[in-house]
């Protein structure tokens, strides 16, 4: 494996990595939390006034991929001088330490006990595409959002979650409002209904795997209050809201 040599190859690796931590397998998702728990140095790099965070030892290596990143698996020592030619020094900071560690906690990973070393790199004015359709507004940022959207659109969860709703309540409706989309549009709406998954990113285990009670059937209107603030309101306390307002 070669290393990198310049911004553009920094970029291409730090888009991908962020792809499998957001919306890759199981195991891809876990592969890059372990990473980011394990590391000793990261580049710490900021988008649109968010400060993201990805080791060293996976960024380094020019158009790496997990299957290759495993077949040679290195500790660092080729890629720390190698992201060091490109982003200067790597230095120690308790400022990005403490970023670090609100970013692993927003993850859900955490992280070894030990202090860690960083590059700086700014990237203001431009994202990755997968992040610019992320706009739910999560205080967490737009990695957090991705992970929780790509959980709550697991097909074959979701499928599992319709089924069993259906067998228990016979049709599809909103558990906070009632509304049922097939009564409203006819066979257009026939089986359509949103998910939403209870438990937030931030208050699960990296290797946590979702279960089909982690997922509640709510319409667009109440899956966007449920995700507006910070703490979520649980469905029962919306449906509460929503039988008092009438």
């Known amino acids: 494996m070669t290393v990198v040599t ?7 690796n730090l888009q991908l990595f962020e792809d499998y931590l957001c919306e890759g ?7 890059c939390s372990e990473l980011i728990r394990k590391g000793s140095c990261f580049i710490a790099y900021e988008i649109e006034n968010e400060l993201r965070f990805s080791p060293s030892r996976y960024i ?15 500790d660092g020592k080729e890629t720390n001088p190698a992201i060091t030619k490109v982003l200067g020094k790597l230095t120690q900071s308790d400022n990005l330490e403490k970023k670090y560690l609100k970013y692993c906690s927003d993850l859900g990973v955490s992280p070894f ?27 967490e940022g737009k990695i957090v959002e991705r992970k929780h959207t790509a959980r709550e659109r697991n097909a074959a969860l979701v499928k599992s979650a319709k089924d069993a709703y259906k067998k228990s309540n ?21 089986d359509y209904i949103e998910a939403h998954h ?15 009670t982690d997922i509640a059937m709510v319409c667009s209107n109440c899956h ?17 809201l929503i039988t008092k307002k009438t």
């Not at 397998?25 to 592969?31: G, M, N, P, R």
């Not at 380094?60 to 290195?74: C, D, L, P």
């Not at 006990?113 to 205080?139: A, C, Q, V, Y």
């Not at 909103?174 to 006819?186: I, L």
């Open 113 to 139: 006990n030990k202090k860690r070393k960083f590059w700086s790199l700014s990237l203001e004015g431009t994202d990755f595409t997968n992040n610019k359709i992320s706009d739910e507004g999560f205080p």
């Open 25 to 31: 397998t199981d195991e891809e998702q876990l592969f």
């Open 170 to 190: 016979k049709r599809l409706s909103c558990e906070a409002c009632n509304f049922d989309f097939e009564k409203v549009y006819g066979e257009r709406g026939s």
């Open 224 to 240: 966007r209050i449920l995700h507006r603030s910070r703490p979520w309101l649980t469905v029962g306390q919306l449906k509460a």
């Open 60 to 74: 380094g290596y020019s158009k790496n991929t997990i299957h290759s990143h495993i077949q040679r698996e290195k």
């Open 6 to 12: 310049s911004i553009t190859e920094i970029e291409e």
């Open 198 to 212: 209870i438990v937030p990113v931030s208050e699960m285990e990296s290797s946590q795997k979702t279960k089909i």
